[in-house]
């Protein structure tokens, strides 16, 4: 390639490989929980309940990509088994979770017009057992299910549905961003029995894991050269900023978009700046939906101290303290509910704790990482 494109030139061999819900043919460090993945599922295969799963982890620590792949391969593999995948940010009610069954288990049909509850789970239920399948519901997000009472009735009639119609075999994956949240607390004592899951824990990708995987998906999805080796230990630097691997992947699309806008055909450390004012609010984005109100709620008035620390020209910054006596004044949130929430903040990467030397000595400042 030379220096510049030509109108009808590109760089990208494969755009939609650095898509969020591309799945690679190999997918790298995450063996261990495709392990256990595979294990709980294999009853399945052979007619029988899966075991039951929660997978938990922070955004973009490949659960749902784990996931989508293991089903990919195993609805290959045999035909008694439909996975039925729902994202729990848009399909919140276990009507509309049921209906997602229903039309994955008649190949495309929607639920009839005006049908109620209890009919669509008939129909769902006889049609089970009329194929002689095994269902796995997996319920990516299930922290977005807010409501104790719909967290029971779609577990609850999942689970106990073989006990009304013989032949029934179904089990539930579940995904959890929220490394905190405690999904059990609401769910009452009969769906505890029938629910029981095995947990597995996605650990955040380190600098080496990113660089291998961006490295990877480089070098299916652009042409050679457009990437250096110092690009992309710059890609890798700005990621592990959020810890999120989608950041990485959004980066990398931006920057080399922007070199094919200018007719580069290869990509800047100028590039990557200016692309990740815009791609780390994917993690940002995605992160906040997680958060409970009032997490939310501090992580916003944070943000606005910054803002106004930074107009006044305050070099030192907003301190712990005066963040949290306008936490309690504010947002009515008490001192200990307020540390809490810093620390999962903080963990989430979307602010950091510093200390260091101010006004009345070494302090704990609070920033919105950057």
């Not at 030509?6 to 760089?11: E, N």
């Not at 009304?164 to 009452?188: P, T």
């Not at 712990?320 to 006596?325: A, E, K, L, P, T």
Request: hydrophobic residues 40%; glycine residues 6%; contains cysteine.
């Amino acid at each position: 390639m030379s220096q510049f494109l030509k109108w009808d030139q590109t760089l990208f061999r494969d755009l939609q490989t650095f898509e969020s819900d591309f799945i690679p043919d190999r997918f790298l460090f995450r063996d261990e929980q495709m392990k256990e993945l595979s294990y709980n599922l294999k009853p399945a295969l052979l007619g029988c309940s899966p075991v039951n799963t929660v997978c938990r982890g922070l955004p973009g620590t490949g659960k749902t990509t784990c996931l989508r792949k293991l089903f990919s391969e195993a609805e290959m593999h045999t035909k008694k088994l439909v996975t039925v995948y729902v994202n729990c940010q848009i399909d919140r009610s276990p009507f509309s979770i049921f209906s997602k069954m229903y039309q994955k288990l008649t190949e495309g049909r929607a639920a009839p017009a005006g049908v109620s509850f209890n009919n669509l789970i008939a129909a769902t239920a006889r049609k089970i057992a009329e194929e002689k399948k095994v269902v796995l519901l997996c319920l990516d997000d299930v922290n977005y299910i807010n409501s104790g009472d719909a967290m029971n009735t779609t577990l609850f009639t999942a689970l106990r549905l073989h006990q009304e119609y013989e032949g029934v075999r179904m089990g539930v994956f579940a995904v959890v961003s929220d490394v905190h949240k405690n999904i059990f607390s609401g769910l009452n004592a009969g769906v505890l029995s029938s629910f029981r899951p095995a947990d597995i824990y996605f650990p955040p990708y380190s600098a080496a894991e990113m660089h291998d995987i961006y490295q990877a998906r480089i070098t299916q999805g652009v042409y050679p050269n457009v990437i250096s080796k110092d690009i992309l230990s710059l890609i890798v630097d700005y990621s592990m900023k959020t810890g999120d691997l989608r950041v990485g992947l959004d980066l990398i699309k931006r920057s080399v978009m922007a070199a094919e806008n200018d007719a580069r055909t290869s990509v800047t450390e100028e590039d990557v700046g200016r692309a990740f004012t815009l791609s780390k609010d994917v993690h940002v984005n995605e992160t906040l939906k997680t958060l409970k109100p009032g997490e939310r709620q501090l992580f916003e008035l944070i943000g606005e101290m910054n803002r106004e620390s930074e107009e006044k020209g305050d070099a030192a910054g907003v301190t712990s303290g005066q963040v949290q006596r306008r936490a309690k004044t504010e947002l009515n949130i008490g001192y200990t509910y307020f540390f809490e929430y810093i620390k999962k903040l903080e963990e989430l990467r979307l602010v950091d704790v510093v200390r260091r030397d101010g006004v009345h000595g070494r302090m704990s400042y609070v920033e919105v990482r950057k």
